[in-house]
């Protein structure tokens, strides 16, 4: 496993607890390029009461507003869980590189789970795509929220 | 066809119009409920420098404000152009209830042209769709915009 791989999805899991301490799901993503980090960023749907506010999409609008442009050629994209519809789209509009993620997302992941939309031939643009990396870990963070979450509410 | 449809329709290419002027691809959004109208907008991705400000996306953004709820429900969507991959992923994430779109898009659109995700029963929410509203008015503006494009470059 590539060493900047783990480095940068720690980084990425550290903004998912951020997530969780504000009762968000706890999902996060960071962009990257020529190994520095442009934005960072966690889901925060609940707070801003939508669901466009995944933290790929907030990682996308922060990076293409520090790079003054909507592609984001060369850009990776580290995110703790597998991307949905939405945010595969958002990856393939936006010029990204490669997509990094950790855990898998049986239920509306659109990279292999669901979909296969990087990979997809008919599309302008397609995306590497490297899973798995911290898996356990992002699996983890998540399955404790939506534990304590039920526990919670009875 | 359904009248209300149709006199939607015509708004959302009213905002399309917008678009053009601003030397913008000429795509127009409205939201609907209750027949009341609840946000109108249009692509600005190039002003945004976001790929992300596509006109669904926008529409949805100020809708989920203005309703203080990611929740969309009972919502209609009318959009001149075939929603892509990240907006068909927003539209089924924000629970919207029908699509109305005016012309098709071959190459990108992600309710009948290259994926159905709108009728995919493994996902957690379907969306009603009505197809062709004011197909030709939509699918000319288009057709003018890039031939114009296509002539001021040369």
Redesign the interface.
């Known amino acids: 496993m590539n060493y900047n791989h783990i480095k940068f999805m720690k980084l990425a899991l550290e903004e998912a607890k951020k997530a969780k301490e504000c009762d968000e799901v706890p999902i996060g993503a960071i962009i990257v390029k020529n190994n520095e980090i442009i934005s960072l960023s966690f889901n925060t749907?609940?707070k801003d009461?939508?669901?466009?506010m995944h933290a790929e999409?907030k990682a996308?609008?922060e990076a293409?507003?520090k790079l003054?442009?909507?592609r984001l050629e060369g850009c990776s994209l580290y995110v703790t869980l597998e991307p949905?519809?939405?945010?595969?789209?958002?990856i393939?509009?936006?010029r990204i590189k490669r997509l990094v993620y950790g855990a898998k997302d049986l239920?509306?992941g659109?990279v292999n789970s669901?979909?296969n939309?990087l990979n997809?031939k008919?599309?302008?643009h397609n995306v590497e795509v490297v899973q798995g990396v911290m898996e356990l870990e992002s699996s983890l963070l998540l399955k404790d929220f939506f534990k304590d979450k039920r526990k919670r509410n009875g």
């Open positions: 749907v609940e009461k939508s669901i466009i999409i996308i609008l293409q507003k003054d442009s909507w949905c519809l939405m945010c595969c789209g958002a393939v509009l936006s239920k509306t659109a669901l979909y939309t997809d008919r599309l302008n």
